[in-house]
Nanobody
Framework: QVQLVESGGGLVQPGGSLRLSCAAS????????MGWYRQVPGKERELVAT???????NYADSVKGRFTISRDNAKNTVYLQMNSLKSEDTAVYYC????????????????WGQGTQVTVSS
């Protein structure tokens, strides 16, 4: 089993920046796609950015040009650099990973972090 732990959230003024990190821990696993989602109260969870392993990242239109996703496979960690933050970016941000056991051929399963709060306000 794998656990995902996010860090780096907090309170920031409009136009500011934050860098989120998500580290995967456990034994006997490989990570395929990783990404970030966000959710506000009363709304569906929405995709922010994804990083397919070995492919170019994808971004929601609302964050293109402002957010950058990256990953360090040696550390099993994915990052989200958020610049030019807006009040509309306020949400709980969740880390996602598609996880495969090295001992099985059953394929990947979805794993989620506990979430980290990002609040953009003056």
């Amino acid at each position: 089993q794998v656990q995902l732990v996010e860090s780096g959230g907090g309170l920031v003024q409009p136009g500011g920046s934050l860098r989120l990190s998500c580290a995967a821990s456990g034994v006997g696993f490989r990570l395929n796609a990783m990404g970030w989602y966000r959710q506000v109260p009363g709304k569906e969870r929405e995709l922010v950015a994804t990083s397919p392993n070995g492919a170019s990242p994808n971004y929601a239109d609302s964050v293109k040009g402002r957010f950058t996703i990256s990953r360090d496979n040696a550390k099993n960690t994915v990052y989200l650099q958020m610049n030019s933050l807006k009040s509309e970016d306020t949400a709980v941000y969740y880390c996602y990973a598609a996880v495969r056991s090295v001992y099985s051929i059953t394929g990947s399963y979805d794993q989620w972090g506990q979430g980290t709060q990002v609040t953009v306000s003056s």
